[in-house]
């Protein structure tokens, strides 16, 4: 089994900055592909960025110029930095994780529990 726990999330005034990490545990062979969403209240989950196994990188356009994907393989860890913070990300923020269990093998997405984050004006 995969699973994937975030952390980093908190309570953050306008302008300010936070780091979101994710580590993917259990036995698998690597990981596809990455993402983090965000789920406001009363809002459907948006996706916020994305990391694809090709090294590319896309943004949501609330997102783009402020915050940065990237991983760190060796400790199967996904991050998310988040810089100019505005109340208007304040979130939910979810991890998700394309995993090949074997080589060759198609991926299985799994998504971590969620990490608050909370932007003051």
């Known amino acids: 089994q995969v699973h994937l726990v975030e952390s980093g999330g908190g309570l953050v005034q306008a302008g300010g900055s936070l780091r979101l990490s994710c580590v993917v545990s259990g036995n698998f062979y690597i990981i596809a592909g990455a993402a983090w969403y965000r789920q406001a209240p009363g809002q459907q989950r948006e996706l916020v960025a994305a990391?694809?196994?090709?090294?590319?990188?896309n943004y949501a356009d609330s997102a783009k110029g402020r915050f940065r994907i990237s991983r760190d393989n060796a400790k199967n860890t996904i991050y998310l930095q988040m810089n100019s913070l505005k109340p208007e990300d304040t979130a939910i923020y979810y991890c998700k994780a394309d995993v090949r269990r074997y080589a060759g093998r198609p991926h299985t997405t799994y998504w971590g529990q969620g990490t608050q984050v909370t932007v003051s004006p």
């Open positions: 990391d694809t196994s090709g090294g590319a990188t």
